[in-house]
């Protein structure tokens, strides 16, 4: 079932690494390097500290990646026409790419050199390496995807660009004071950056505001109010297996004069900065996913940003490597990870249309050849609209175009269903201010996923699941337009961040089992199967288990002064706190076993209890009330049930802060139980997910998202499954769900909220979490009380088998057998086969 894309790379890399295991001039590159980088360091006086050898192994190896990076471009410049997959520009707002240098070292097999190295400067590679800052330009799963895919694009060898911002502070920092969560910047350029290529003979006008003027012929031409310079960055993403890497081309705002001198001469030093000061605000933040009101313009203005420079990239490169415009489209892949690239149509029309004087139907044809589309939630109120009048003072040209594309599409429709005003309304890519799309301000809006849809050859959503629940709801009206389309590609995870480097311990298990191969073809892990009773590679695996608990324990114990068991079992939440993934369903099973334990020291059994750490880590939006009140309520009970003494090891709750991908990859290779517990039908697909269940803990979930792909091919009994599934939700939903009917049924769930409703875990403040408990007895939209009492009840079943080292342990190896499948490389190749290449054009 592997495609010919994967045999192809794998057969290169194979020739490629037998000729490198053998080659010490790369070693030795890399010494030469990383002395000359030391020794410029000496001459300043530094000594060596562990940033400065940090730094100094980042340069070394950027140097080596850089000489890949030139090797790459000249051979996909000189790639055919006919080379069977375009060339793919990747558009995200967001790359969560986490620390860099451990996955450099070991791609270029140098983490044993550097070791000798540091060993001889008396340091420990662990120690240098958790130096890095993580570049976490990213909220979630999206931008964490974006970078998975990046490593499969170099893995694969495709020809690629992946193009972002290089925003000057990312992700939040996330501090925890009495209890709440505060933000503060995320200054991860204050060293500088050893990794990224200045590219600054790559700049690009970038212009906002102004109007359109129509010259004599009639030809349109947009006349800016201002205009900023995009200037490039270079990251460059090494394959593992093969000489390839891939590009991560961020970029930056400068105005594009400088300082005013006229009013510097005058003394004016504040109107003087105004031009570079308005060009930098685009630099500043990502801005969080729950974005409120302020900042929008500013978004807006990055998104525009982002879109215009790097076509104008790819039209520079496109035109330097001596093609005709009119292979633009069948040469090049323009995808849109979310809508928030979506003016790429509109950005692209304009420049081939006022800039390069193509006529509109074949820059019509060149556009809709080139753009595709991948959608990541179906939820309405995250769609992302735009109000006109903000397109009309920012991008007036951009404005004209997507009227004009409405025009067409909406006349197309109207010959094809007559009489459907309703369909067209619906449809048109303005939202006319009726109550229609959640828009009820009476504003007229811009509705990025149509423009998306309309302009895009493929469409797709991100696991089986959210796919056809895409095409049957939010998009069933374009589903019944372009019924070829709309197509499914489920995500998947790299095994080279998430298993290799995550958990080495695994991994060396892993080979000595079944050989190294899946690092390249993960699909080889279904070998594990044949050996998940063997008493030996169970005890190897929970050897491994084991010592990744010891190390989470040492940082629990480190960070929040708290002592953990390690043979307790550890049952791990970790993701963006938002209340439709349900960190609050968890909360409710804590205090409940709580209760039970203080009511039961002895089990209900007599049994005992097996021993818990409940551990949970994620940002909430620094908007999002709710989700900060989640975040509350998990330290105010981890606060109570950690000190009481009547619990002791039975029950512990960790709130670890600051989330992010170097978290991440300490806390899941110690999870023995993954929480992806969602309402059925809102987690389009999770990688969390995947990357827990390949590093062998089982899985408790709903049948949502990629959950049900993973259950499907390790084995359904093999996953905890549990709660109502997609089709109940929307019933119960559909004939009036009352949540007080199942409160008042079950008494162990009276007494959970009570406990929050009384203060229990806040010295009998009743206010601070009145409106969660409002809302849970309310409307409870994600359905808490209707699935809390399976949700128990499965949880009994972990602790059954947990109690059974050998069925526990034989349940993970199958876990990680199945997983084989959810590679981010068997994803790739699926874009290139339904997306992205030549072939697709023509279905
Ligand atoms: C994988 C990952 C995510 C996505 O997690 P989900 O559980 O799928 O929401 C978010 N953030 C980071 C840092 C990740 O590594």
């Avoid at 303005?430 to 469409?459: F, K, P």
């Avoid at 559909?734 to 409703?757: F, K, M, T, W």
Wanted: with cysteine; charged share 20%; aromatic share 8%.
């Amino acid at each position: 079932m592997l495609s010919t894309l994967l045999n192809a790379a794998r057969s290169t890399a194979r020739g490629a690494m037998n000729s490198e295991s053998a080659s010490t001039p790369l070693q030795a590159a890399f010494e030469a390097a990383l002395q000359r980088e030391l020794q410029q360091r000496a001459l300043v006086g530094a000594a060596p500290g562990r940033d400065e050898l940090m730094r100094a192994a980042a340069a070394a190896s950027r140097e080596l990646l850089a000489r890949r990076w030139a090797q790459t471009q000249a051979a996909d410049a000189r790639r055919g026409d006919d080379a069977g997959c375009r060339r793919v520009h990747y558009l995200s707002m967001e790359f969560l790419m986490g620390r860099a240098l451990s996955n450099a070292l070991a791609a270029l097999r140098l983490d044993g050199v550097l070791q000798a190295q540091l060993q001889a400067q008396g340091q420990d590679l662990s120690g240098v390496l958790e130096r890095e800052p993580d570049a976490a330009l990213g909220n979630g799963g999206l931008g964490r995807l974006a970078a998975c895919f990046l490593d499969s694009f170099a893995e694969l060898g495709l020809p690629s660009f992946g193009y972002g911002l290089r925003y000057q502070y990312g992700m939040f920092a996330q501090g925890i004071q009495d209890g709440r969560q505060v933000e503060s910047p995320d200054d991860w350029l204050r060293l500088g950056n050893p990794w990224e290529l200045p590219r600054p003979e790559l700049r690009y006008r970038v212009g906002f505001g102004g109007r359109v003027v129509v010259d004599a012929t009639g030809s349109r031409q947009w006349v800016p109010a201002e205009v900023l310079v995009a200037q490039a960055y270079d990251f460059i993403v090494p394959a593992h297996h093969s000489e390839r890497v891939s590009t991560l081309r961020q970029w930056h705002a400068q105005a594009a004069e400088t300082i005013d001198f006229q009013a510097f001469c005058r003394g004016d030093y504040s109107h003087a900065a105004s031009r570079q000061v308005a060009a930098d605000a685009l630099n500043w933040v990502l801005y969080p996913d729950d974005s409120t009101e302020a900042g929008r313009e500013l978004r807006l203005k990055q998104e525009a940003f982002l879109v215009s420079a790097s076509l104008q990239d790819l039209i520079e490169r496109h035109l330097r490597e001596g093609r005709p415009l009119q292979t633009l489209g069948t040469l090049n892949a323009i995808h849109l990870n979310d809508t928030h690239p979506a003016l790429a149509p509109a950005e692209l029309m304009r420049l081939l249309l006022d800039e390069h004087g193509l006529p509109w139907d074949e820059a019509w044809t060149l556009t809709r050849q080139a753009v595709s589309y991948t959608n990541h939630t179906l939820m309405p109120e995250a769609l992302e609209t735009w109000p006109v009048r903000m397109f009309e003072a920012l991008l007036p040209r951009h404005l004209e175009i997507i009227y004009e594309i409405n025009h067409r599409f909406l006349q197309e429709l109207r010959q094809r269903f007559p009489g459907d005003d309703g369909l067209t309304a619906r449809v048109s890519l303005i939202d006319e201010g009726g109550t229609n799309g959640g828009n009820y301000g009476g504003e007229r809006r811009v509705r990025m996923a149509a423009l998306s849809i309309v302009a895009s050859h493929r469409v797709n959503g991100v696991a089986a699941l959210h796919s056809d629940l895409m095409v049957q709801t939010i998009f069933a009206d374009y589903a019944r337009i372009f019924p070829d389309r709309f197509h499914n590609v489920t995500n998947g995870v790299t095994p080279r961040r998430w298993l290799q480097q995550a958990n080495p311990a695994l991994s060396a298990v892993i080979d000595g089992q079944i050989g190294t191969a899946w690092r390249q073809d993960l699909s080889q892990l279904q070998q594990l199967s044949a050996h998940a009773k063997d008493a030996g590679l169970i005890a190897s695996f929970r050897t491994v288990k084991r010592a990744n608990k010891q190390r989470l324990a040492d940082r629990i114990r480190r960070e929040l002064g708290l002592t953990v068991s390690v043979d307790s079992l550890f049952d791990v939440q970790i993701k963006r706190i938002h209340e439709y993934k349900r960190q609050l369903l968890n909360l409710l099973h804590v205090i409940a076993r709580y209760q039970a334990i203080v009511a039961n020291p002895d089990g209900v059994d007599g049994r005992g209890w097996v021993p818990r750490t409940v551990v949970i880590a994620g940002k909430a939006a620094s908007a999002y009330h709710m989700a900060k009140l989640i975040i509350q309520l998990a330290h105010d009970i981890g606060r109570v049930v950690n000190s009481d003494p009547r619990v002791g090891d039975r029950l512990k709750l960790v709130f670890l802060p600051n989330y992010g991908v170097s978290l991440a990859e300490t806390i899941i290779p110690a999870a023995d139980l993954s929480e992806q517990i969602s309402t059925a039908g809102t987690e389009a697909s999770g990688t969390g997910n995947m990357k827990f269940a390949l590093n062998g803990a089982l899985t408790i979930g709903t049948w949502d998202g990629a959950n049900i792909e993973m259950a499907e091919h390790m084995g359904v009994d093999q996953m905890f499954v549990f709660g109502l599934r997609t089709e109940a939700v929307a019933g119960l939903k559909s004939l009036g769900y009352d949540p007080r009917l199942y409160v008042e049924q079950n008494r162990q769930l009276q007494a959970v909220i009570r406990a929050i409703a009384d203060g229990d875990f806040c010295g009998g403040d009743t206010a601070r979490y009145k409106p969660l408990v409002d809302k849970l007895l309310g409307a409870d939209p994600y359905l808490l009380m209707a699935d809390f009492t399976d949700y128990v009840a499965t949880q009994l079943k972990v602790d059954a088998v947990y109690r059974d080292p050998q069925a526990w342990g034989e349940q993970t190896v199958r876990n990680v057998a199945g997983m084989g499948w959810f590679s981010s490389d068997r994803t790739i190749a699926e874009y290139v086969e339904r997306v992205w290449s030549p072939a697709s054009l023509k279905a």
